[in-house]
């Protein structure tokens, strides 16, 4: 509490020098002066990045490839995963464009630069559910990992990639129950 007579402070740090550093470098947008490399932070969500798009890929492939009256509502899982997958993919790709990166969609080295594989063509259905299975295992400790990285350092992005990994969880488990039913 501020003694009688003294003004309270309002701020954690020296107001003027904060607007004095806003002020400077206002074509960085989002990216303030306290920011701790920006450029390592895109370079990872480039690898997430990369990551989703290899997920709708197969998912959207493995949506149209099943066949049968039986895989319908499995289509459908697929399908409805896609798009998720499709949502995380722009969600990455904005935060990269906040931080002054420009996403990569090139598709070339595209598997390389993926936590997950696209997997293979011509598989059952069991084999599909696995791999995809596989790839949400990947990529929960995958976010887990960069979660970890962001922690104190890029709250916004922390929180977005929370809410990813939730998403991965949600999709972990209807692999899993696919595989059991
Ligand atoms: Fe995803
Ligand atoms: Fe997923």
Known sequence: MAKSGEQPNYFLRDVQKLRG???KSISSGAVTSDYKDAKRSVELLQGALATEIVCVLRYTMNS???SGMTSKSVAAEFAEHADDERDHMHRIAERIDQLGGIPNFDPKDLASRSATEYGGHDLTLAQMVEQNLVAERIAIEH???????????DPSTRAM?????ADEEDHATDMLDLMEG
Request: glycine residues 4%; aromatic residues 14%; proline residues 0%.
């Open 64 to 66: 149209i490839s099943v």
């Open 161 to 165: 990639l929370e809410e990813i990994l």
């Open 21 to 23: 550093e806003a002020q």
């Open 143 to 153: 976010y887990r990992d960069l979660i970890g990285y962001f922690k104190d350092r």
